[in-house]
T-cell receptor
C-alpha cells in the first residue's frame, strides 16, 4: 500500500517548456487535489477532482491544466512554464470531497523554472 | 469565506520544554479544523482534527489542540517536545473549500 505517489521528484525546466506531473493513489479515494507550496504562503489549491470525470479550479489555476485519467490517477500539466511556477507541488487524495475528510499527501515534486 | 492565520512563522524551543503553536481562523460556515505536520522533504500528514464534540482533541505523537469558538482559535500544544518534533506545522480549515495557513516551523534544540 504505497498511498499517494508522485513523479518526478525533481524537475528543472526552461521558460516556455511544458511538462506533466503525475500522481496516483491506491486507497480507492474518490477525490484528488493538486497544491503548490511556496515559502511563507502555505499550500494553495490549484485544481481538484471531486470524483472521476470531474475537475474544478482551485485558488490558483492560471497556467495549469489537469486530467483525471481514471479513479487512481490525476495529472497536472504546465503548458508553457514560467519562473513564477517554481514551487513544490503536492498531490493529495481523500475519500470524498467533504470538508471533514482527511487528505493524504504525496511526497511532492520540486520544480524549478529557469 | 474562510481563512487561517498562523501567528508565528518560526518557533525555537529546547528539548523537553512545552510548546504552543497558534492558529486563528475565520469562517462563515461550519468549522472543521485540522493540524498537519510536514517533516523535511516529505508530504504533509494529519496530526489531529476537530469536527464536533469535545473541544480538546488529542492527536498523534502526544500533540493536542483546543477549539475555542469565542476566540476563533485552534492552538496546538505539546507538554514536552523531542528533537524528532522538528518540522513544519500547518493549520487548516475545511468548509466550502479547504484552506491552509502559512505554516509554523518548529525547531527543537538539544
Amino acid at each position: 500500500n504505497a498511498g499517494v505517489t508522485q513523479t518526478p521528484k525533481f524537475q528543472v525546466l526552461k521558460t516556455g517548456q511544458s511538462m506533466t506531473l503525475q500522481c496516483a493513489q491506491d486507497m480507492n479515494h474518490n477525490s484528488m487535489y493538486w497544491y503548490r507550496q511556496d515559502p511563507g504562503m502555505g499550500l494553495r489549491l490549484i485544481y481538484y477532482s471531486a470524483s472521476e470525470g470531474t475537475t474544478d479550479k482551485g485558488e490558483v489555476p492560471n497556467g495549469y491544466n489537469v486530467s483525471r485519467l481514471n479513479k487512481r490517477e490525476f495529472s497536472l500539466r504546465l503548458e508553457s512554464a514560467a519562473p513564477s511556477q517554481t514551487s513544490v507541488y503536492f498531490c493529495a487524495s481523500s475519500e470524498r470531497e467533504r470538508e471533514t475528510d482527511t487528505q493524504y499527501f504525496g511526497p511532492g515534486t520540486r520544480l524549478t523554472v529557469l | 469565506a474562510q481563512s487561517v492565520t498562523q501567528l508565528d512563522s518560526q518557533v525555537p524551543v529546547f528539548e523537553e520544554a512545552p510548546v504552543e503553536l497558534r492558529c486563528n481562523y475565520s469562517s462563515s460556515v461550519s468549522v472543521y479544523l485540522f493540524w498537519y505536520v510536514q517533516y523535511p522533504n516529505q508530504g504533509l500528514q494529519l496530526l489531529l482534527k476537530y469536527l464536533s464534540g469535545s473541544t480538546l482533541v488529542k492527536g498523534i505523537n502526544g500533540f493536542e489542540a483546543e477549539f475555542n469558538k469565542s476566540q476563533t482559535s485552534f492552538h496546538l500544544r505539546k507538554p514536552s517536545v523531542h528533537i524528532s518534533d522538528t518540522a513544519e506545522y500547518f493549520c487548516a480549515v475545511g468548509g466550502n473549500k479547504f484552506y491552509f495557513g502559512s505554516g509554523t516551523k518548529l525547531n527543537v534544540k538539544p
